[in-house]
């Protein structure tokens, strides 16, 4: 049972499959360019960044190595307040993200 990460105030997570978009994503709620985007696997390490009244996560992207049902991603999670999913074609790619989800019990949004 793996424990929650704890996180003040509204934090919320982007995750999908690499190269989706989610750092994409994350600088235009931010409206600045804060996270770095190109192709491939931009995003090596679970990075928040800090908006106007929230806290937004850039995950790294769900391939071959990386999987969201290790403990790491499992704790942060459990503490976001909202999660995205982000999908570029369809959700059948992210099937088991959002079973953990279900799982879990946690609620998400598809983006």
């Known amino acids: 049972n793996t424990q929650t990460r704890i996180l003040e105030g509204n934090n919320i997570g982007v995750f999908g499959q690499t190269s989706t978009g989610k ?3 994350i600088n235009s709620l931010l409206a ?8 491939g696997e931009t995003t090596q390490d679970i990075t928040p960044y800090a908006g106007c009244g929230f806290r937004v996560w850039d995950v790294p992207g769900r391939n071959d190595t ?7 991603y499992v704790s942060l999670l459990k503490g976001l307040r909202h999660r995205l999913i982000l999908v570029q074609s369809t959700v059948k790619e992210n099937r088991k993200l959002m079973q953990l989800l279900d799982d879990l ?7």
């Not at 600045?32 to 192709?39: D, I, K, L, S, V």
């Not at 990386?66 to 790491?72: L, V």
């Open 23 to 25: 750092s994409t994503l």
């Open 32 to 39: 600045r360019n804060a996270a770095a985007t190109g192709a």
């Open 66 to 72: 990386t999987t969201y049902e290790q403990e790491k």
């Open 105 to 111: 019990k946690l609620h998400y949004n598809i983006v």
